[in-house]
């Protein structure tokens, strides 16, 4: 039998799947929060010090409470509590947040800071602006207030965006004598000297 001489077709190419386009990432939605709080004279972080606090709960854009703060002025820029009868304190304002529970655990909890600025819109009446930052991100917070029986109520509005400016260092705490690198847990009496 003759040989076929005919070229063999090409085989067929297979198309390229075409790239998968990314999937298009929604904006991040704004995450606002809401605090309903109380400025006044009081005890700052359970001490006998006094100062000047700010405190109540954070509320969520449903109004759903995610936690219970509480803010101190600045004790090391503010050794004496300023009056705050005209307006609050301009200045550094850390703090905590509680989540719940009784336990106050580093669970539970979140160390917050605050640089709040405030001026005054009428007797007896002020606007605030300033910038913090907690373990979630850097936020913006704006609000008002009004003097109530010697201290201040305050609405404030709270939103998390990278764009916000810089904190101002935290103040350096007292001195602390250097941890004892022998000292960890478990070093106990089996690796003190036997008498």
């Known amino acids: ?3 076929d001489t005919t070229p063999a077709a090409p085989a067929p190419v297979k198309a390229e799947p075409a790239p998968a386009a990314a999937p298009e990432v929604p904006p991040r939605p704004v995450e606002r929060y809401f605090l ?3 400025l006044e004279r009081g005890q ?3 001490k006998h010090q006094q100062g000047v606090v700010l405190h109540g709960p954070w509320r969520n854009q449903i109004n759903v409470v995610g936690a219970q703060a509480r803010y101190n002025l600045d004790v090391t820029q ?3 509590p300023p009056d705050i009868t ?3 304190p301009s200045g550094q304002w850390p703090g905590r947040m509680n989540f719940g529970g009784t336990a106050q655990t580093k669970r539970t909890q979140m160390v917050d800071r605050m640089a709040l600025r405030f001026s005054k819109t009428d007797p007896g009446k002020c606007k605030f ?3 913090g930052a907690n373990r979630v991100g850097k936020y913006v917070v704006t609000g008002t207030g009004a003097f109530r029986d010697g201290g201040w ?4 509005e709270r939103v998390y965006t990278p764009n916000a400016p810089a ?3 935290a103040p350096a705490a007292g001195k602390r004598a250097k941890a004892n690198p022998l000292a960890f847990a478990g070093a106990g009496p089996a690796l003190s000297p036997r008498q």
């Open 1 to 3: 039998a003759p040989m």
């Open 36 to 38: 309903t709080a109380r």
């Open 44 to 46: 700052i972080g359970g």
């Open 78 to 80: 503010n050794p004496i």
């Open 86 to 88: 005209d307006l609050p």
């Open 129 to 131: 602006e300033g910038e």
């Open 153 to 156: 109520d305050l609405e404030c």
């Open 167 to 169: 904190l101002p260092p």
